[in-house]
């Protein structure tokens, strides 16, 4: 159980063009979704939080306008890079949480996407 | 916010030897501390996690250890195996009723040398 996939697991894109990703939770619904980027040989940074139906919330210094999320459903959630730049270039990671039982809820974590931007 | 550090950042141990990555936190009212394990082009996968009315807990070869007075928690391994080479990572989070954020420490690159 708790299976979280993510598609693609990887793209290549020009420079300027958008990007979606897709996170979902297979067998559970999430109320909260995560997404993470991590550059090669660096840490995990959360990039924003995400509820579904409600507008995500975004750590400091992450542009909303380039990276939308949209959490339509309690099983999916997508990650929109756009007019994507090299630098963009990254390991996209989502990560949900089950709807909240009580307690601690664990985060499982999708596969990651490989994002690069010629 | 929140501010994990992590050290060392590569650590080298010799197959059977235990090794032993520290991190200390900042937030004195984070209560829940994982650690990750995460092969190259993987995902983080959770090993062991600690909550902070405990002091100590183990897993067949993993232990980890929490000082909330000091702020620092340690992850341990024992009899060291060649499968456990990865990048570790301890984080921290807050207890927020389904809205629970973590925050990463930097890694360790850990290479067991056979």
């Known amino acids: 159980g708790a299976v979280v996939s993510q598609h693609p697991s990887w793209v290549i894109c020009k420079s300027g063009t958008s990007v979606k990703i897709e996170c979902r939770s297979l067998?559970?619904?999430?109320?909260?979704m995560f997404w993470y980027r991590q550059f090669p040989k660096q840490s995990l940074m959360l990039m924003a939080t995400?509820?579904?139906?409600?507008?995500?919330?975004?750590e400091q210094g992450v542009e909303k306008d380039k990276f939308l999320i949209n959490h339509a459903s309690l099983t999916l959630s997508t990650l929109t890079v756009t007019s994507a730049h090299p630098e963009d270039s990254s390991f996209y990671i989502c990560s949900a949480t089950p709807t909240w039982t009580g307690g601690y809820n664990e985060q499982f974590f999708g596969p990651g996407t490989r994002l690069t931007v010629l | 916010g929140e501010n994990v550090e992590q050290h060392p950042s590569t650590l080298s141990v010799q197959e059977g030897d235990s090794a032993v990555i520290k991190c200390t936190y900042s937030?004195?009212?984070?209560?829940?501390f994982p650690w990750y394990k995460q092969e190259l082009g993987k995902r983080p996968q959770l090993i062991i996690d600690i909550r902070s009315n405990v002091g100590e807990k183990k897993d067949q070869r993993i232990a980890v250890t929490l000082n909330k007075t000091a702020k620092h928690f340690s992850l341990h391994i024992t009899e060291t195996q060649p499968e456990d080479s990865a990048v570790y990572f301890c984080?921290?989070?807050?207890?927020?009723?389904?809205?629970?954020?973590?925050?990463f420490g930097t890694g360790t690159r850990l290479t067991i040398i056979p």
């Open positions: 995400s509820n579904e139906g409600s507008k995500a919330t975004y």
């Open positions: 984080a921290a989070s807050l207890y927020n009723f389904g809205n629970e954020k973590l925050t």
């Open positions: 067998d559970f619904q999430a109320t909260t």
């Open positions: 937030d004195s009212a984070s209560n829940y």
